[in-house]
């Protein structure tokens, strides 16, 4: 069996953690059209003070973390 996920934020991402807990055996594809997938907006203030260099150093992971 195979999911489609239609969104790489939060909602999208805890719908994929709900199926791969409920069924580990079906593939997940999950799409997301946008640059970042499933990202901490809480850390965003944090970047527009200034106490972050860089806006991806709040990223977990990104496509080309994971790429290589």
């Known amino acids: 069996m195979r999911v489609l996920i239609i969104g790489g934020d939060a909602a ?5 953690v709900q199926v791969r807990r409920r069924r580990p055996d ?3 594809v999950v799409l997301e059209r946008g640059e970042y997938t499933s990202y901490a907006s809480c850390g ?7 106490d ?12 080309a973390k994971r790429a290589g």
């Open 12 to 16: 999208g991402m805890s719908a994929a």
């Open 26 to 28: 079906w593939e997940i």
């Open 44 to 50: 965003i203030p944090y970047w527009l003070a200034g």
């Open 52 to 63: 972050v260099d860089a806006f991806e150093d709040l990223q977990a992971a990104n496509r």
